[in-house]
């Protein structure tokens, strides 16, 4: 009698909870319907404005047409990898690996970074950690030494000088005895109980990179890091899982990726003597390694089963500099793909790539115009745009909760897409500006 009692509790436990579930994804579905519906009405209402500025009017329209394709596209997520693991050659696929980690004045973070990687759910005699301290001037050599002593295959190399952060990835590279190499921020690290599920995706010989999920570790430290943790979240599980889904994602992330060795190194001399207008292209390493990652007509994917950890900015004056920094790396990167990616996968370049490029570089224009010339000289109100603004950002966020209903930094998504249309998008002015300085800027 117990165990029949037992059993109908555990089935009503299970018939409660799946309810519960099916209450909550009805109603965020039926909110994203009324976000829909709101969006129309609003842009019916921007219509109205339409001999006023038909340039504006068809923008938005473009604009919102093209971030909810992002979010279609990551609803297909899940299925590209299923053909990942479908065209897979290997069952127990093992291969030896190589973590790769460049590192400059990170005695606070190096040690949990080195730890973490000899840690990882792997057979410990197919690991080697490589760190190369690029000019250190702090105590990151000490760590190193004391970490050296406890672990066999860590490998350090020493500079004096500061070459660069390529030029210690190509170092580790070369030295590297592993078929996969994983590229890691040096404060930055995986979860040791989700790195299989890096490494398995190379069982299919058709993947040369594929990048993890990452959040901020110290997400909860401000205002700004909470708001960071919503754009990763964001960036990675809807914009890269979108990019997954056709099997091109077009920046495997620095912080957390791996790549193939056999694709990378024969492209490796090129991308270390990369340039942009006569000079020598010091950041947008990633974007650049896995634009030769698809050049050479291997797939490139992001997967949210391996989950990583980095540190981002504190402080809003890091913020920007790293901003400016990512621009500046999106902006030469995506001039040198669209030399090759219309001829690789027409789609993919005409349905995402370039109309990618054609919203980064208008949105500040077009913010320009509805938040500053057409309220003085034609006395249009920028509320519609603002209010449009923020309910496509209503309709991320729905998503959001729908993939992590127990994500608590999902609001900062609406903060993140009022800053960005004030002041990150207009950060590109300046990074084009001063594409000519090469500084890192954030060390």
């Known amino acids: 009698m117990n165990g029949y009692s037992e059993s109908l509790n555990k089935y009503r436990s299970f018939v409660q909870e799946r309810l519960s579930k099916m209450f909550y994804e009805g109603s965020l579905f039926l909110l994203g319907f009324i976000l829909l519906v709101l969006i129309v009405l609003v842009k019916s209402k921007t219509a109205t404005e339409f001999f006023t500025d038909p340039l504006l009017f068809f923008y938005t329209i473009f604009v919102t047409t093209f971030q909810l394709s992002r979010v279609v596209a990551a609803i297909f997520y899940k299925s590209s990898l299923a053909g990942v693991d479908a065209g897979s050659t290997e069952i127990n696929y093992e291969p030896y690996v190589t973590f790769v980690i460049p590192c400059k004045n990170e005695e606070a973070a190096i040690e949990k970074t080195v730890r973490k990687s000899f840690e990882a759910d792997y057979p410990k005699e197919k690991i080697e950690v490589i760190v190369i301290n690029d000019g250190s001037t702090d105590n990151t050599l000490k760590v190193l030494r004391s970490l050296k002593s406890e672990f066999e295959n860590l490998i350090i190399v020493n500079w004096r000088k500061n070459r660069g952060k390529r030029h210690a990835m190509a170092h580790g590279f070369v030295l590297s005895k592993g078929e996969i190499i994983v590229q890691l921020d040096s404060d930055s690290y995986i979860d040791p109980k989700t790195f299989r ?185 920028p509320f519609y745009y603002i209010f449009g603004v923020l309910l496509v950002a209503g309709i991320m966020t729905i998503y959001y909760r729908y993939l992590d209903r127990e994500n608590k930094y999902w609001v900062y998504v609406f903060a993140w897409s009022a800053i960005n249309m004030v002041i990150l998008s207009f950060i590109l002015f300046y990074a084009i500006f001063t594409i000519q300085n090469r500084k890192w800027a954030t060390r």
Request: charged share 20%.
């Open 197 to 381: 599920n890096l490494i398995s995706p190379f069982s299919n010989p058709e993947i040369g990179a594929v990048c993890a999920h990452a959040d901020p570790e110290n997400a909860d430290k401000n205002w700004l890091t909470k708001m960071q943790a919503a754009y990763y979240f964001m960036s990675f599980r809807i914009l890269k899982a979108a990019e997954s889904t056709f099997l091109s994602v077009f920046c495997c992330s620095g912080c957390s990726s791996a790549y193939r060795k056999s694709v990378v190194m024969p492209t490796l001399k090129e991308w270390l003597k990369e340039k942009f207008l006569g000079l020598p292209v010091t950041w947008g390493d990633d974007r650049s390694l896995t634009n030769r990652v698809l050049r050479a007509n291997y797939k490139t994917i992001y997967t949210d089963k391996v989950q990583a950890y980095t540190i981002c900015p504190e402080g809003i004056k890091i913020f920007l500099k790293q901003q400016t920094r990512w621009k500046k790396g999106w902006f030469v990167n995506s001039f040198f793909a669209s030399k090759f990616i219309l001829k690789k996968d027409p789609f993919v370049a005409l349905t995402y790539f370039f109309p990618l490029i054609f919203v980064t570089l208008a949105t500040p224009f077009m913010a320009t115009r509805a938040l500053i010339y057409n309220p003085i000289v034609n006395k249009v109100s």
